[in-house]
C-alpha cells in the first residue's frame, strides 16, 4: 500500500513539473514590444481655422414702387440677365376714390377760374387795341390769363396721375417697374394681382424684385472671439463650396465686424471677403461655403510629430521620451521639451530637442495574434 502512494506521489509531481515547465515556455514564448524611434525634422507648420458661412452678391439691389396698385403684369422671370432700364413689371393703378374726387374738383375749379379770367382778358385786349388801356394793366391782365391756363394744365395732369400713374402715359410712367441696375434676377416675390404699396417714409414698400450681379461675390461668414483677434484685413481665404464638389475659390478678407454676436454661449464676429469667381464655375447666391483662414504660419522650424507627445499627470507640461545609447538597447529618458504651434498633425518644437535625438514611439501597441483575435471574436458572441 506504501508503494501504491508513494509511486502516485512521484507521478504527480512529474506532472506537475510538465505543466509548470509547459507554462514557462508559453509564457516565455511571448515576443516583448520593441519601441520603435523617430527623428525630429525641419518642416512647416500652418495654423488654420474654418469659418462657416456663405457665398452671397456683393450689391443686391430690390427694386420697389414709386406708387400703390396691382401687379398687372410680370415680364420676366428669375434668373433672366437685365441691363439697367429694362421693363420688368407693369403696376394697374386703384385710385382712392376720395382723392380722385378732389382732383377731380381742381379741375373744375381751375376750368372755371380760367373761363372767368379769359371774358376779363379779351374785353380788355379790345380796349387796350383802341388805346382806352394802359401798356401796364393789360399787361397785368395777360399774366393772370397765362397763370390761370398753367393753373388748369397742373390740375389736370395731378388728376391723371391719380386715376392712371402717368401723366401723359410715357415710358418713364409710376406704373412701369424697370431695373435700376444691370444684372440677374435673384427673386420676384410677388404674382400678378398682387396689391402691392408704394414705398415712402413711414413704409420700405413692396419688393417687386432683387437683381444683382454675380460675377462680384463675397463671403460672409463667422469666426470665434478666440481666433478673430489673429484675423487681419488682407488675409487670404481659400473658400470651398458646400453645392460644387471639389470647387475651391480665391478670397481676401475685407472686414471683421468690431461687435460680436452671443450664439449658443459663445461670441461670433461677423468677417466678409471678396471672392474672386471663375468662369467655369456658375456660384448661385446663397451656397452655403466654408472659409479656411490660416491664422499662424511658420516655416522651417523644428517639429515632431503630435503623437510622440507625453504630458505630465501633475504639471500638464509635455515630455517626450528619447533613447539612451544605442536604439536596439530598448534605454529611453525622459526630456521636458517646450513646443510651439501645431496643426493637429505636427508640432512645433521651440526647445529641449535636436534633430539627432531619437524620440520613443510610445503609444505603439502589440499586434494582435490571429489566435487571440478568434478567441475575443468568441466572448464577443457569447
Request: a negative charge; zero cysteines.
Amino acid at each position: 500500500m506504501n508503494k501504491i502512494v508513494k509511486y502516485v506521489l512521484i507521478a504527480v509531481l512529474v506532472l506537475g513539473a510538465l505543466w509548470a515547465a509547459a507554462f514557462f515556455i508559453k509564457s516565455n514564448s511571448k515576443s516583448s514590444i520593441t519601441y520603435e524611434t523617430q527623428k525630429p525634422f525641419i518642416s512647416s507648420i500652418e495654423k488654420k481655422t474654418v469659418a462657416t458661412g456663405k457665398v452671397i452678391p456683393e450689391d443686391e439691389i430690390e427694386i420697389k414702387p414709386q406708387i400703390s396698385g396691382i401687379i398687372d403684369k410680370i415680364y420676366l422671370e428669375e434668373g433672366v440677365e437685365v441691363k439697367a432700364g429694362d421693363l420688368i413689371a407693369k403696376i394697374k393703378i386703384v385710385p382712392n376714390e376720395q382723392s380722385l374726387n378732389q382732383a377731380r374738383g381742381r379741375v373744375r375749379n381751375a376750368e372755371i377760374a380760367l373761363n372767368n379770367v379769359k371774358i376779363e382778358y379779351n374785353r380788355n385786349k379790345e380796349l387796350f387795341d383802341k388805346g382806352v388801356i394802359s401798356n401796364q394793366d393789360f399787361n397785368n391782365l395777360q399774366l393772370q390769363y397765362d397763370q390761370a391756363q398753367q393753373e388748369l394744365q397742373n390740375s389736370q395732369a395731378d388728376y391723371q396721375i391719380i386715376r392712371k400713374g402717368s401723366a401723359g402715359g410715357s415710358a418713364t410712367a409710376n406704373t412701369n417697374i424697370r431695373a435700376t441696375v444691370t444684372g440677374t434676377i435673384l427673386e420676384i416675390p410677388v404674382e400678378e394681382g398682387d396689391q402691392v404699396i408704394q414705398s415712402n417714409n413711414f413704409n420700405d414698400g413692396t419688393t417687386i424684385a432683387s437683381i444683382a450681379d454675380l460675377g462680384k461675390m463675397i463671403f460672409e461668414g463667422k469666426v470665434d472671439e478666440g481666433e478673430v483677434g489673429k484675423l487681419k484685413v488682407g488675409t487670404p481665404l481659400k473658400i470651398s463650396l458646400g453645392a460644387v464638389e471639389g470647387a475651391e475659390l480665391d478670397a481676401k478678407l475685407k472686414f471683421i465686424a468690431p461687435k460680436g454676436i452671443e450664439e449658443t454661449g459663445a461670441v461670433q464676429f461677423k468677417i466678409e471677403g471678396d471672392v474672386e469667381v471663375k468662369e467655369d464655375i456658375f456660384i448661385r447666391a446663397g451656397y452655403s461655403a466654408n472659409a479656411s483662414i490660416v491664422l499662424e504660419r511658420k516655416d522651417s522650424i523644428l517639429v515632431i510629430p503630435e503623437a510622440l507627445l507625453q504630458f505630465d499627470k501633475k504639471t500638464d507640461k509635455p515630455y517626450v521620451e528619447i533613447a539612451v545609447g544605442a536604439v536596439a538597447e530598448q534605454k529611453f529618458e525622459r526630456k521636458d521639451i517646450e513646443i510651439g504651434i501645431s496643426d493637429g498633425v505636427n508640432v512645433e518644437i521651440v526647445s529641449g530637442l535636436s534633430e539627432d535625438d531619437q524620440i520613443k514611439q510610445w503609444n505603439k501597441t502589440e499586434p494582435v495574434k490571429k489566435g487571440e483575435e478568434d478567441e475575443g471574436e468568441e466572448e464577443e458572441t457569447e
